[in-house]
């Protein structure tokens, strides 16, 4: 069983334990029955936030709104936007010191550095941020989105987390190299030799990897090194793992593309999905309940 047949029937099984009807995603009702009607179906707490509303819509992506021909993207249930709102969105205005713990983010016992008031917005967990390489517009029309962000909570360090996040991509979607232009502007490429060897490598196509979209993760390293130079950031690549060569494949990619992050002192680290969930269920269950039980039981 390849990773994307494995998730879409998990994600098939569980709409059906909670008595969903399951609908094609071309309107009306065409195509394989992966998706629900109603997008608060697909959420837990069957809402999004105004603030989360506002960041997607701001995004390049169309998740929340039905086209006229398909179906809003979140409304999927192996929706890429809709795991990320339902680990991520519960934390948007609470203390958010076990989901970065839990991500491996931050020390243990640093609980203190994390808490702020209910109301302090520029310290929210933030969906679909983009990150300008180039003021060139013409050349570089579209900036990078990063799928969550999270800012440091500390008065001496003023960087931010940016968190990548892969559910079905890996399994299934294409990814083309890294393109000409971005190779052939060296200013880009600073202070990160190692990473622009890989990028030539994969420019203008990507033949180095299979599972790993690396010409999208060094993008994201260019707007984030542009914003918060190389000591300001932190990018957590977060993927949801499989059982069999999917799985087992596509781990030693991002090994491979860390090993050379490394070489030029980026801060990149990744983590499953799974070992989150098990890491909140055993050390942030109290206070917790409905969401950890909606988690483990729906993706777990």
Not at 49 to 57: I, L, T
Not at 139 to 144: D, I, L, T, V
Request: charged share 30%; glycine share 6%.
């Amino acid at each position: 069983m390849n990773g994307l047949t494995y998730i879409k029937s998990k994600q098939r099984n569980w709409a059906i334990r909670q008595g969903f009807d399951l609908v094609g995603g071309t309107i009306p009702n065409k195509g394989e029955k992966n998706y629900l009607n109603r997008l608060t179906d697909n959420l837990f707490g069957e809402n999004i936030s105004k603030e989360s509303q506002d960041d997607y819509n701001s995004g390049d992506g169309n998740e929340t709104k039905d086209g006229l021909k398909r179906l809003a993207k979140m409304k999927a249930v192996h929706s890429s936007s809709a795991i990320v709102l339902n680990v991520f969105q519960h934390w948007q205005k609470k203390d958010i010191y076990p989901i970065v713990y839990a991500c491996k983010l931050c020390l243990k016992n640093s609980h203190k550095r994390y808490i702020k008031p209910i109301n302090d917005s520029a310290n929210r967990v933030k969906f679909e941020q983009k990150f300008e390489i180039s003021k060139d517009r013409k050349a570089f029309p579209y900036s990078p989105n990063i799928d969550i962000v999270i800012n440091h909570i500390n008065p001496s360090n003023t960087g931010i987390y940016a968190i990548e996040s892969k559910f079905t991509e890996p399994y299934y979607k294409n990814h083309s190299g890294i393109k000409e232009k971005y190779i052939n502007n060296t200013s880009f490429w600073k202070g990160i030799p190692n990473l622009y060897e890989l990028a030539k490598k994969i420019s203008p196509d990507d033949n180095e990897f299979r599972y790993l979209d690396a010409p999208q993760l060094l993008k994201h390293i260019l707007g984030l090194k542009k914003s918060h130079n190389k000591n300001g950031f932190r990018l957590l690549y977060l993927w949801y793992d499989v059982i069999g060569k999917d799985g087992t494949e596509h781990r030693k990619e991002i090994e491979q593309f860390a090993k050379t992050a490394k070489k030029d002192n980026i801060k990149f680290s990744h983590i499953t999905y799974q070992e989150i969930f098990v890491k909140l269920s055993n050390d942030f269950y109290v206070d917790n309940e409905n969401y950890l039980n909606y988690i483990t039981d729906r993706y777990l």
